[in-house]
């Protein structure tokens, strides 16, 4: 892997809203222009990814796509809430895809940017929703090795 975005889902429903389960919380109105304005940086910057790991919430889903258009994610349960050391055994096993989109929830995406780039994952300094981080390898995934090359935040 050379490349790797790491998205939050963009604002979702309150948890317990209408007494839905967790993984059912849908983006509110808000969250969904926040995943558009994820989707229009990515497109004015020519970002190109060619394997996109998703969780399978409801609220992942939905920001990926709006996000990522029409791109068939690979849903995968383990990045629901996952610790740092889930994602980065999810992400060991991409290495045969050079550009990686991985759409998941805090605080597991926060502390992985940490853990990548510094090394540890209890140093982090959160994403907000719908928020990026474009991280760079220069050879192997290695904890504290990525090159944040890009953090974005949807405008308010």
């Known amino acids: ?5 790491l998205l939050r889902h963009a604002e979702a429903t309150p948890q317990g809203h209408e007494g839905k389960d967790d993984r059912e919380r849908q983006l509110t109105e808000h969250g969904r222009n926040e995943a558009r304005a994820a989707g229009e940086w990515l497109a004015e910057h020519h970002i190109r990814y060619d394997r996109v790991l998703c969780s399978p919430a409801t609220r992942t889903r939905e920001t990926a796509a709006l996000a990522l ?19 980065f055994d999810l992400l060991d096993k991409q290495e045969d895809a050079e550009n990686v989109v991985l759409v998941g ?52």
């Open 1 to 5: 892997m050379r490349e790797l975005i």
């Open 105 to 156: 929830h805090n605080p597991g995406i926060e502390q992985l940017v940490a853990f990548l780039v510094e090394g540890r994952s209890e140093d982090y300094r959160g994403m907000p929703p719908g928020a990026m981080a474009r991280l760079s390898f220069p050879g192997k995934l290695e904890p504290g090795t990525a090159k944040l090359e890009t953090f974005w935040s949807p405008p308010n």
């Open 69 to 87: 258009g029409q791109v068939e994610p690979n849903y995968d349960d383990s990045i629901y809430d996952a610790t740092v050391g889930d994602l």
